[in-house]
Nanobody, 115 residues
Framework: QVQLVESGGGLVQPGGSLRLSCAGSGIIFSIYNMGWYRQAPGKQRELVAR???????SYINSVKGRFTISRDNAKNAVYLQMNSLKPEDTAVYYC?????????WGQGTQVTVSS
């Protein structure tokens, strides 16, 4: 049974930073492409960043230069370093394979950017 658990969210002021973590069990991270997704209130869930099994990364335009995705296959973990946060980054953040597997969605972690 695959389980993905996100953590590291919170309330941060504009311009602040957070580091999200995703810990997986029942899945061998190293062979899969992984992604961070987010869903803001009233909006559809969107892919924010992804990392291939070989470490290649890709980002949506709105987070380029501010967010960094990384992975530690030995720990079955994926991370999202978020800097220079903006109010529009407020959302619930999730990790999943890329492309996402519907059965793998976890609870997510709430990120709120507000002064």
């Amino acid at each position: 049974q695959v389980q993905l658990v996100e953590s590291g969210g919170g309330l941060v002021q504009p311009g602040g930073s957070l580091r999200l973590s995703c810990a997986g069990s029942g899945i061998i991270f190293s062979i899969y492409n992984m992604g961070w997704y987010r869903q803001a209130p009233g909006k559809q869930r969107e892919l924010v960043a992804r990392i291939s099994s070989t470490g290649s990364t890709s980002y949506i335009n709105s987070v380029k230069g501010r967010f960094t995705i990384s992975r530690d296959n030995a720990k079955n973990a994926v991370y999202l370093q978020m800097n220079s946060l903006k109010p529009e980054d407020t959302a619930v953040y999730y990790c999943n394979e890329y492309p996402a597997m519907s059965a793998y969605w976890g609870q997510g972690t709430q990120v709120t950017v507000s002064s």
